[in-house]
């Protein structure tokens, strides 16, 4: 193998080639890695401080459901204690209505009573001032034995 001068002309070039690589060309390749390598580095961490604020509102998500959760049990709990109270409230106002209903009824009867009783005597009267007609065969005058039969009605 011999060297010759087409050897020594292609190291130097190959040489020159590497030097002006290595001034020009690797500095800014080097840079570009380091911002890429920075951006992925912030990627990454942003991806993991997104990765714990997700929990963070997941956990609070899940307190908040939770005391929805019981919020709504209490709400519940409250409507049916106050459909409770009305339903109590309307059974009261329904027995003091029907209470007076009754107690009118009462009055009513008590007077209808009162009256029948009345009319029972006059005509208890009449019966027997017609029986102590017939019984006399005589004629009565009602007029003239008005406080008789005055007395006759209150008797009965």
């Not at 193998?1 to 087409?6: C, D, K």
Request: glycine residues 4%; without cysteine; positive net charge.
């Amino acid at each position: 193998m011999s060297i010759n001068a087409t050897l020594i002309g292609q190291a130097i070039w190959f040489a020159l080639f590497i030097w002006i690589t290595m001034k020009f060309v690797w500095p800014p390749l080097q840079k570009a890695m380091a911002a890429r390598q920075a951006q992925i580095a912030d990627g990454l961490a942003a991806a993991e401080r997104a990765k714990q604020e997700q929990e963070i509102v997941a956990k609070r998500s899940a307190d908040a459901l939770k005391d929805s959760k019981v919020k709504t049990a209490e709400l519940l709990a409250q409507a049916e204690k106050r459909a409770q109270q009305i339903i109590e409230e309307a059974k009261a106002q329904a027995k003091v209505e029907a209470d007076k209903v009754v107690a009118g009824a009462k009055a009513e009867i008590e007077q209808e009573v009162e009256r029948a009783k009345h009319a029972l005597r006059e005509r208890v009267a009449e019966l027997a001032v017609a029986g102590a007609e017939k019984i006399l065969r005589k004629e009565i005058n009602a007029s003239v034995h008005a406080d008789m039969l005055g007395t006759l009605k209150q008797d009965l």
